[in-house]
Nanobody, 124 residues
Framework: QVQVVESGGGLVQAGDSLRLSCAAS????????MAWFRQAPGKERAFVGA??????RDYDESLLDRFTISRDNTNTLDLQMDRLNSEETAVYYC???????????????????WGQGTQVTVSS
């Protein structure tokens, strides 16, 4: 079993930056894909970005110039978010899966383990 815990959420102002972290434990995850999703109030959960075992990165196209995903060689995943706006207020989730298929990176149904989420609130 894998445990996933997010941290780093909080209240920021529009234009600010914030860095989220995800720590996964329970087994070695160096062969797994890790990803971030988010769910805004009244909306469905949406893909933010993912990074595979060989450090291939995929992002939602609208976030390419402001969000950066990184991971170390253990079980930690970070999300650097710059120039945040109020529409990005959401609960941010970290997810982990054993498959490294590029075709389904954005499909949340393909992820095996999820954290409880961390709230990010951006005031305008």
């Amino acid at each position: 079993q894998v445990q996933v815990v997010e941290s780093g959420g909080g209240l920021v102002q529009a234009g600010d930056s914030l860095r989220l972290s995800c720590a996964a434990s329970g087994r070695a995850l160096n062969t797994y894909t890790m990803a971030w999703f988010r769910q805004a109030p009244g909306k469905e959960r949406a893909f933010v970005g993912a990074i595979t075992d060989v450090y291939y990165r995929d992002y939602d196209e609208s976030l390419l110039d402001r969000f950066t995903i990184s991971r170390d060689n253990t079980n930690t995943l970070d999300l650097q978010m710059d120039r945040l706006n109020s529409e990005e207020t959401a609960v941010y989730y970290c997810a982990v899966r054993s498959s490294n298929s590029l075709a389904t990176l954005r499909n949340q149904d393909e992820y095996d383990y999820w954290g409880q989420g961390t709230q990010v609130t951006v005031s305008s």
